[in-house]
């Protein structure tokens, strides 16, 4: 599931002693919590209207032209006036297909703006990033800014001047940064952005999330039972992003990923085998209230995994690896394989669920597998490592190092085509 994170530039662990916990850091991390949030709810009420949308065939076909027509104009607009008209064009192709349900759409709709009043009035009182202010020249705010952050007067100083010197360094190197990203020394960050925002979507969280009402009544839930359901699991998944907040920084990213991994593969190994043995081959049979408990349970420990590892993660590890000079393309870049992955699985799941009936669950297991054993082979571990000496992270590591050294270095000429030398890690 998309959606918005906070993440540091990356700071030297010399620094981590003497900052602390400020009023500001909080407020930024509630602000930023509340972007995701409205992502969230929005899928979260599609889920809703996914067991109430039998029908109203004609609002569906005017409202996807208009979404279609706003889509085409924001992604050819030349101007910002181009851009609005697409943007409001999507705006009502949203609100057609919204007509759709009774009258319930009104408030369900109408409390997405909770989150919006918390993280616009937030906003207000949280500072720029100082990488943000250092690009627009602006080195006193950055100053500033770093003080409030860190609640402190010691020791910003050099942080800043590392920063300062990180960006004109990057300002230096190119302008064009969605060409620069597909050179060979940067093919980690290219890879890794783009993979980790997809493989996301491949935990099939997303699933979980439009759809939930839709399996619990498969099962044998009523609507308002199923609805529930669906309730618990987003609580528990928001209850989770608590744990990653707490142990991202002490254990790492690594760990966080891989326990998550291993925790929803046994989950859906779990879940094909219920489905298999209460529902058959044919997806026919009766299914027992015992077993429908226990798919809520196993779906809450998924939601959990997710919440502490995939979900914030997502976000967080590409802002740490990406350097200034291709941030820019390498989120937008992760950005699109993320809703282009949620676009393609939120329209073929159904027809995948039709198909493989409880084999889906294996379908997600299979690749939860090859994600986590991504995850263990080729994502080193980010925490603590300032942005500016994230380069040292590619150069140790067993495999990426031959994308980012000099070849004709005389230490790449040394390990020829050794790759196991001492000091390389995963």
């Given at each position: 599931m998309a959606g918005g994170t906070f993440a540091t530039q990356g700071r030297d662990p010399r620094h981590a002693e003497d900052g602390?916990?400020?009023?500001?850091?909080?407020?930024?991390?509630?602000?930023?919590?509340?972007?995701?949030?409205?992502f969230g709810y929005d899928v979260g009420i599609s889920a809703g209207r996914v067991t109430t949308t039998t029908g109203r065939r004609g609002i569906l076909i005017?409202?996807?032209?208009?979404?279609?027509?706003?889509?085409?104009?924001?992604?050819?607009?030349?101007?910002?006036?181009?851009?609005?008209?697409?943007?409001?064009?999507?705006?009502?192709?949203?609100?057609?297909t919204n007509q759709m349900g009774e009258n319930g759409w009104r408030f369900s709709l109408g409390c997405a703006g909770i989150p919006a009043i918390i993280m616009t009035v937030g906003a207000f009182f949280i500072p720029d990033t100082p990488s943000s202010l250092i690009q627009r020249g602006l080195l006193q705010k950055a100053r500033q800014s770093l003080?409030?952050?860190?609640?402190?007067?010691?020791?910003?100083?050099?942080?800043?001047?590392?920063?300062?010197?990180?960006h004109e360094a990057a300002k230096a190197a190119t302008k064009q940064p969605y060409k620069t990203i597909f050179q060979r020394k940067y093919r980690p960050h290219l890879v890794i952005t783009a993979a980790i925002p997809a493989f996301q979507q491949l935990t099939g969280i997303n699933i979980v999330a439009f759809y939930a009402p839709v399996l619990f009544r498969?099962?044998?839930?009523?609507?308002?039972?199923?609805?529930?359901?669906?309730?618990i699991l987003g609580f528990i998944q928001f209850s989770a992003t608590f744990v990653s907040a707490y142990f991202v920084d002490r254990f790492g990213r690594r760990l966080l990923f891989l326990e998550a991994g291993?925790?929803?593969?046994?989950?859906q190994l779990a879940l094909a085998y219920i489905f298999s043995a209460e529902l058959g081959t044919a997806g026919t049979s009766s299914f027992s209230k015992g077993s429908g408990v226990l798919v809520l349970?196993?779906?809450?420990?998924?939601?959990?995994?997710?919440?502490?590892?995939?979900?914030?993660?997502?976000?967080?590890?590409?802002?740490?690896?990406?350097?200034?000079?291709?941030?820019?393309?390498?989120?937008?870049?992760g950005i699109a394989s993320n809703f282009l992955l949620t676009f393609i699985l939120s329209q073929a799941f159904l027809?995948?669920?039709?198909?493989?009936?409880?084999?889906?669950?294996?379908?997600?297991?299979g690749w939860v597998l090859i994600m986590t054993a991504f995850v263990a082979l080729f994502l080193p571990e980010t925490k603590g490592i300032p942005l500016q000496e994230m380069g040292k992270i590619?150069?140790?590591?067993?495999?990426?190092?031959?994308?980012?050294?000099?070849?004709?270095s005389n230490y790449a000429n040394l390990i020829g085509g050794n790759h196991n030398q001492p000091g390389r890690s995963l």
């Open positions: 602390a916990i400020t009023g500001s850091v909080v407020i930024i991390c509630i602000v930023a919590a509340s972007a995701g949030l409205i005017i409202g996807g032209f208009i979404f279609m027509i706003g889509t085409i104009l924001s992604v050819v607009a030349v101007n910002v006036a181009m851009l609005i008209l697409g943007r409001l064009l999507l705006g009502f192709g949203v609100g057609f003080v409030q952050v860190r609640g402190m007067d010691s020791d910003t100083e050099a942080e800043l001047n590392n920063l300062i010197n990180y498969s099962i044998g839930l009523s609507l308002s039972g199923s609805l529930i359901g669906a309730i291993v925790q929803t593969i046994l989950c349970i196993l779906m809450c420990i998924i939601s959990a995994g997710f919440g502490w590892s995939w979900g914030p993660l997502t976000w967080i590890v590409p802002s740490e690896i990406l350097p200034l000079e291709v941030r820019p393309a390498g989120q937008g870049i027809s995948i669920l039709c198909k493989m009936k409880f084999g889906v669950f294996l379908f997600y297991a590619w150069e140790g590591h067993w495999f990426w190092y031959r994308f980012v050294e000099d070849p004709s």
